[in-house]
């Protein structure tokens, strides 16, 4: 059987790549094929994002032109470098930039997949996407772990994606918190699944990227942020914490690291590859994260962690907390707190519970995977 899974792929960012591995990943584990629909989204085109950098009047004309430069000469070879972690791997589409080409030569597939991330965030996609809701096809069409990212849409595109919705024989959501709004929203055949880098353990990942052991033998904490504007204030956390626990402080970033050399890191690992994201994450003795998708590694991992909550978009980390409570006091604002205060995580109590919703997932999984 083969399977169409369309999820971003567009962007600079290792969570992106990583849960659209794992997905693939266990769907070809189910004995079927999949194929990524190549669907770039029409405001993801570095051409666009350098039009967007030179009317940005932030910065003064010499700061926009240097900064359109960098874009056009660096974000090219830094998007195939993360793509090449799945295109070496498997299979992908044409390439498609909107949901009109997507209806004038759909890919062919025995069953239609919205893949996890936030592919549903109309924030992020510049309104309503119908391409990420498989507008295109009348085929079976089913999501797994898709996003909605936001508390809830604006009130003037409930409707449209309750429309979309009424089109798929199943919706699984990522969030737990999207799956109680989206059933009040009138989504009735609704489910909460596990986000699909959650699927695979750590000796799984271990083996996506031959893992060979730590490389670096210093303890280390790790930052991984996506919040560029609250950066001071969550390397004032990391490096509190650093001290407190005699750790070096890392960071990682998949582009350029010149706006993290303010904060005093002892090593930055900039242009990063998904690889070495992940090798620096199974290494670290702690974490801080910004991000959705380093808290989840983070919690696969084992990790001590501190996660920090981004100023919007947050219910995917409180999400988190709902299925773990125990992490409760591990998500945090961006108000100080005391790194001494910090007690060491559960990890039986949350290994079980994790264990307890992989095997849900997994099922949940397999159940769309033989509905044809």
Sequence with gaps: MKIALITILDNINFGTILQAYALAKRIEDRGCEVEFIDYWRPNSGTWQQVWGILRNKKRGPLGRLVYAVSALLLVPPIKRRLRSFLTRRFAFTRRYRSIDELRRRPPVADLYLTGSDQVWNSSYNDGIDPSFFLDFTPGCKYSYAASVGMDAFPAGQEEEVLRLLQAYSGVSVRESLT????????????SYDLDPTLLLDLEEWKQAIGYKGKRDSVPYLLVYSVEEKNNPRIFEAARAIAKQRGLRLYAVIGGDPFKLRKFGCDRIFSFASVPCFLRLMIGADFVVASSFHGTVFSLNFNKEFVSILPDRFSV????LEVLFPSIAGRVKGLDPFDPA????LDYGEINRRLGELRASSEARLKEILTDI
């Design 316 to 319: 995917r980390q409180r999400s």
């Design 179 to 190: 799956c109680d709004y989206l059933r009040r929203l009138g989504v009735s055949h609704l």
């Design 341 to 344: 205060a910090l007690s060491p």
